[in-house]
T-cell receptor
């Protein structure tokens, strides 16, 4: 299964837009790009998923370039409650692999 | 709607003891998963079940067994616990045969002394 690479940690301020980029150079044709959010002492929560171009929901946007070798999760106007670990992963079949994720810290 | 429920939430075992972690989902999902998460690490898949009566090994299956006796429940058993199995265990479910884990429980924190 293809591996993903994302920054270990990021800091931002309340009200800012946060973009977290994930690299997946060996993405397969049938892989979907999926993002999860995890708060301390909780299980991960599904945020968004896409295959190509742009996907938007009430929580975030996901930008995927034409070559699909990377993707960017965009969180608009973050708040302190968005402090969490964000995981980028590829879904090609029933088995998926979580990386170490990006620890996002929102400052007041 | 409870989603995915795991029991117990916390457990301390001695090396060599056995125990079963329970997981139940009330969303009528076909697929269920067991993951472990170690400090500073992402989740690693232990076992996966695509449907009742079927199971498949994940990345780190050694030392574990699973049972999917019905659609709702998926249990994880440690036959002889080892300190290396100290971790947080998450159960998850999804509604498709090719679906990602959509809903996670809140985890079981297991310490093995």
């Amino acid at each position: 299964l293809a591996k993903t690479t994302q920054p270990i940690s990021m800091d931002s301020y309340e009200g800012q837009e946060v973009n977290i980029t994930c690299s997946h150079n060996n993405i397969a044709t049938n892989d979907y790009i999926t993002w999860y959010q995890q708060f301390p002492s909780q299980g991960p929560r599904f945020i968004i998923q896409g295959y190509k171009t742009k996907v938007t929901n009430e929580v975030a946007s996901l930008f995927i370039p034409a070559d699909r070798k990377s993707s960017t999760l965009s969180l608009p106007r973050v708040s302190l409650s968005d402090t969490a670990v964000y995981y980028c992963l590829l879904r090609g079949d029933d088995k998926i692999i979580f990386g170490k994720g990006t620890r996002l810290h929102i400052l007041p | 709607n409870a989603g995915v429920t795991q029991t117990p939430k916390f457990q301390v075992l001695k090396t060599g003891q056995s125990m079963t972690l329970q997981c139940a989902q009330d969303m009528n999902h076909n697929s269920m998963y067991w993951y472990r998460q170690d400090p500073g690490m992402g989740l690693r898949l232990i076992y996966y079940s695509a449907s009742e009566g079927t199971t498949d090994k994940g990345e780190v299956p050694n030392g574990y067994n699973v049972s999917r006796l019905n659609k709702r429940e998926f249990s994880l058993r440690l036959e002889s616990a080892a300190p290396s199995q100290t971790s947080v265990y998450f159960c998850a479910s999804s509604d498709g045969g090719r679906g990602q884990p959509q809903h996670f429980g809140d985890g079981t924190r297991l310490s093995i002394l």
